[in-house]
């Protein structure tokens, strides 16, 4: 039977990775810079709380944000975590607005305990994401009235499949380490376009392939101060390197009358990279009850370069460009509370969880800062219970993001997150009378 079940969470994490690929999860025009719109890289759980978690340890929930949590994980079962997101995102620039929706599954993790002490975590979800499509019309100014469109389109986005280990070395002290492999690729395109037929259309289209990897450690800090009351304070880092990607752009020039183009292709060689990540955190656990934790996270996206299409002095460049990103800082606080997550009572078991967050923008944008962000959630964990299974949870929460930057697109999203944990006691020796 047990080995029934494994096949199919194993099944199932394969079938719902394909369904996290094949989405893109954003329609923001801030997703044609850089790598696209990062994502939150949290589960079900601690979307709630804005993506608190570098402190957060219990043994019921696969906690990604710290691979150090996962030497926590019960020794009698196996976790399974999948979550979809649905939102819808209003726009608004120089009074108009408009409004985009759109859904996906979100990501899927599994988790268990090896040994004793020793938990591992495994799974798929994405790292960025690349979607949009708008244009702009305006005025060449000439005596005939010429106009000029440009079409912005992108798609595509990077995504992760990670295993990961957590070991605690000694009582209050565990160490974590998640590997993913990081694949996945984005085109973006500008389709510059007259309303003269005489003038020629130019089109630039920018293409990239990333396979690589992504390595991630942590650290967890358990101070007790009574039997049900601790602080643990969390800490991991990213490694920043090369991700071995030749970004191309090709730039093609139409004639409107014969429709002969000529075509320039143009590549820099791993021209591509992520950033060094150093983030702290702590929660604390007041009774087993309410669960208080503030977490700090910086990329340092400004040690980073990033290929960018020019003219020089007449010549057509696409070459690294400096002080394209800058160092990205987020704040998060956060909160929990559970009256008694061993009671047979469903209100005594229900999670009351809430979050907010403040993020600086990761790249600029003519010069100035890119859109800021404002993070507010809140959610349940409602616990699922029956005569078989009374430890699994579905977690449901409301997020409200702005997105703004000076004189530039503003946008309000709204999302609703919706997991489930699988909590199952497979390791559990039965006992037959």
């Known amino acids: 039977m047990i080995s029934k079940l494994r096949f199919l969470a194993i099944a199932a994490i394969v079938a719902f990775s394909g369904n996290v690929v094949a989405q893109n999860g954003t329609n923001s ?5 850089g790598l696209g719109s990062l994502a939150d890289q949290a589960n079900g ?30 020794s009698l079962t196996f976790i399974f975590d999948v979550g979809m997101t649905g939102q819808l995102t209003n726009f608004e620039e120089n009074g108009v607005r408009k409004n985009a929706k759109n859904a996906n599954f979100d990501y899927v993790v599994a988790g268990f305990r090896a040994f004793k002490h020793f938990g591992v975590s495994f799974g798929v979800m994405p790292y960025s994401s690349v979607g949009y499509s708008f244009s702009k019309k305006n005025d060449v100014g000439d005596v005939n009235s010429t106009t000029y ?26 160490i974590g380490v998640n590997g993913s492999y990081l694949w996945g690729d984005y085109e973006r395109s500008i389709i510059n376009s007259y309303s003269d037929a005489y003038v020629n259309t130019l089109s ?12 991630d450690a942590g650290v967890q800090v358990t101070i007790p101060f009574s039997k049900k009351t601790n602080l643990t304070m969390g800490f991991t ?12 752009c090709k730039v093609i020039s139409t004639n409107s009358q014969t429709s002969v183009s000529d075509t320039a292709t143009y590549k820099v060689e791993n021209g591509l990279s992520l950033p060094t990540t150093l983030s702290g955190g702590m929660m604390l656990n007041l009774n087993g009850k ?7 996270q910086l990329q340092q996206w400004g040690k980073e370069a990033f290929p960018e299409y020019g003219v020089v002095n007449g010549k057509p460049t696409y070459t690294l460009k400096d002080n394209y990103y800058k160092d990205r800082q987020k704040f998060t606080i956060g909160a929990e509370y559970c009256k008694n997550n061993q009671s047979r009572r469903f209100l005594d078991r229900l999670r009351l969880r809430a979050g907010a967050s403040y993020t600086t923008p990761y790249f600029n944008i003519n010069g100035q800062d890119g859109p800021k962000e404002i993070s507010v959630s809140a959610g349940f964990g409602i616990p699922l219970m029956n005569i078989w299974n009374n430890r699994s949870v579905l977690n449901i929460s409301g997020q409200w993001v702005r997105m703004d930057a000076s004189n530039l697109l503003r946008e309000n999203i709204f999302r609703i997150n919706v997991g489930i944990t699988f909590n199952e006691r497979w390791f559990m020796k039965w006992k037959v009378d």
């Open 29 to 33: 025009p801030y997703s044609q810079y």
């Open 45 to 74: 759980f601690n979307k709630a709380m804005s993506g608190l978690g570098v402190g957060y340890r219990n043994g019921t929930q696969v906690n990604f944000t710290n691979p150090a949590s996962y030497s926590s994980i019960d």
């Open 149 to 174: 469109t440009n079409t912005y389109k992108g798609t595509g986005g990077l995504h992760q499949a990670f295993i990961g280990i957590g070991w605690e070395m000694f009582k209050g002290f565990s």
């Open 204 to 215: 630039k289209y920018y293409t990239a392939n990333v396979t690589n990897y992504k390595l």
């Open 237 to 248: 880092y990213g490694l920043g390197h090369k991700l071995g990607s030749d970004p191309e």
């Open 290 to 296: 309410l669960r208080l934790g503030a977490d700090y």
